[in-house]
């Protein structure tokens, strides 16, 4: 590796105080797990290579070098492996099925039977994938399970793939959306349908 | 503030128990191992229910800490310094101005809202244990959704003493799919674990890591004929009068005298503040005087 490569984007970006930011940025990643389709806002964090800063966030909040992550082709570049390396120490694997968190626009993470989705006596084992968004509203695809009221809604990039993660249930994928410094998640237990579903 | 890192772990734990959080939260009532650490304090005093709490502590946060639902006990007075001291937070014994309430056994009087945490302290977050001693055996139970025993364990229950005698760390079925133990809370405490509120229950030395989502479905395991029944004893609190809230007994004399009274000692004296008098109120009254 060349040294003179070694620029700025890679050794800035990083929480200037990260036991608080990574507290605050947690915070919010539990809540959004919590509760399926809430959209709440993060900040402290920028990765380079296009990365967004909610995505930069839980990347330093939840990565370390325990956690081998997968680098979709959408955001596979080298100042990005390295300011993984830099900031986390986390291992940038070559398949899908080594990583533990998978970064990525929508298309680029597609197909998802590649990631571990646990085992029946461990469904923890599973990779949590964090999918970079266009945009995150509270409309369009309709949400119920655990950690919702009544029902939520949300923007995602399809229904039928999460239907089916859903009915792997309680192995599966759980996801994390990320769009600019706004973050939503969805879990294995949220069951998912197309607005003109329900009634 | 001190010269420990904020919440007194390092940040690598910090991470996995976070990670170990939000797998938990994705599998309702399903047990995360996580690499339990040794803390300041024995096992058995609360070191699954710290960990988790420091975890999740933001600087900002206002920390309630209850032992049976009395801010003033040991467990709760070491556990509320222990994080004044290593987080700086803000600590109170208002449950309404809680926003993250660390629990030994208790779930308050007061329905949590959305924005509040509840961390429960498991001493032996596995339901299946006393029946099945082996880990192996009991972790396949669970991936086969094998729970006939605790079934047969209530049935015993009713053969033996005419109804479910099991009073505490009742089992629940959360979500349809696992049969967990929602730690030792009385039975009493079962139908408050669907709330608004995150609820997060860890055990240090057992090492694992559970949690419901808020709304989650919390079902008390029961038989059609023998239905679960949240009970209490048969009173109303002697200081404050409540006639609903869970109820400790006290023995005041040698001569078999005794009172009843609130086990969340903060709901006791909001009600008694907000005028309520019960049957011994006058008399500890005078005593204070």
Known sequence: MDDAVMTDAVMTGGFSDPSIQSAWGFRAAMMAMARPGDILAVSGAQAPGGVSVAASVMLLVLCDPETPIWLAPSHDSADLRRWIAFHTGAPVVATRGEAVFALGSWDSLVPLDGYRIGTAEYPDRSATLIVEMGALQGVGAVLTGPGIADRARLTLPEVAAFRANRALFPLGLDFFFTSGDKLAALPRSTVVAEPAEVV | ?289
């Not at chain 2, 006393?130 to 229950?157: A, I, N, W």
């Not at chain 2, 023995?251 to 011994?280: K, N, P, Q, W």
Request: aromatic share 8%; with cysteine.
């Open chain 2, 1 to 289: 503030m001190s010269d420990y890192n904020f919440a007194y772990l390092d940040e690598q734990t910090k991470r996995m128990i976070r990670r170990a959080i939000l797998k938990a939260l994705a599998v309702p009532g399903y047990q995360v191992p996580f690499a339990s650490r040794e803390m300041p304090m024995p096992y058995g005093w609360g070191t699954g229910g710290v960990q988790v709490s420091a975890a999740c502590l933001v600087p900002e946060d206002r920390l309630k800490v209850i032992d049976q639902g009395a801010d003033d006990t040991t467990n709760a007075v070491s556990i509320r310094r222990f994080f004044e001291r290593t987080a700086g937070v803000a600590t109170t014994g208002r449950t309404a101005e809680a926003t993250l309430i660390q629990t030994r056994h208790r779930i308050p009087e007061e329905p949590l809202t959305r924005d509040q945490i509840l961390v429960y302290q498991v001493p032996i977050p596995e339901p299946l244990r006393f029946l099945e001693p082996r880990e192996t055996e009991t972790r396949k139970m669970h991936s086969l959704e094998e729970y006939g025993l605790v079934h047969v364990k209530l049935y015993e229950d009713i053969a033996r003493h005419g109804q479910i005698a099991t009073s505490y760390a009742y089992p629940v079925k959360v979500e349809g799919r696992y049969v967990m133990d929602p730690s030792p809370i009385p039975k009493f405490d079962n139908p408050k674990l669907e709330s608004a509120a995150v609820q997060l229950f860890g055990a240090g030395r057992e090492q694992r890591i559970y949690a419901l989502p808020p709304h989650c479905k919390v079902v008390s395991l029961d038989f059609e004929d023998h239905p679960f029944e949240a009970t209490k004893a048969d009173h109303a609190c002697d200081l404050c009068g409540s006639g609903t809230s869970y109820l400790d007994e006290v023995i005041v004399d040698d001569a078999g005298g005794r009172m009843f009274v609130c086990s969340d000692t903060d709901y006791c004296e909001g009600r008694r503040d907000a005028g309520h008098r019960g049957r011994l109120a006058a008399i500890n009254q005078e005593d204070a005087a």
